[in-house]
Nanobody, 124 residues
Framework: QVQLIESGGGSVQAGGSLTLSCAAS????????MGWFRQAPGKEREFVGS????????YYEESVRGRFNISKDTGENTVHLQMNSLKPDDTAVYFC?????????????????WGQGTQVTVSS
């Protein structure tokens, strides 16, 4: 079993920044891609971004491209989501995920493990 522990959520004003982090434990020695999804109130969960095990390939959802940056500690099962120029529409619970393989994913079909989620609230 793998546990994904998120940290860094909170409240921020529009235009501000937050960084989320996620550490995998348990069967953490497996080399898998990691990423983030989010779910806003009353909406379906959506893909945010993901990064390959080696960190060389990164995918982003179109609405966050250029504002969010995913990075990964080299050789570690730790992933970060730096969020800049935040908008009220970014308000959601953000979920850390670990993929089924080394390559990044863009849908829930590519996810093997989920974190419990951390709240991000952006006020106008």
């Amino acid at each position: 079993q793998v546990q994904l522990i998120e940290s860094g959520g909170g409240s921020v004003q529009a235009g501000g920044s937050l960084t989320l982090s996620c550490a995998a434990s348990g069967r953490a020695l497996e080399s898998k891609a990691m990423g983030w999804f989010r779910q806003a109130p009353g909406k379906e969960r959506e893909f945010v971004g993901s990064i390959s095990w080696g960190g060389g390939v990164v995918y982003y959802e179109e609405s966050v491209r250029g504002r969010f940056n995913i990075s990964k500690d080299t050789g570690e099962n730790t992933v970060h989501l730096q969020m800049n120029s935040l908008k009220p529409d970014d308000t959601a619970v953000y979920f850390c995920t670990r993929g089924k393989g080394r390559l990044p994913f863009t849908s829930e079909a590519g996810v093997e493990y989920w974190g419990q989620g951390t709240q991000v609230t952006v006020s106008s």
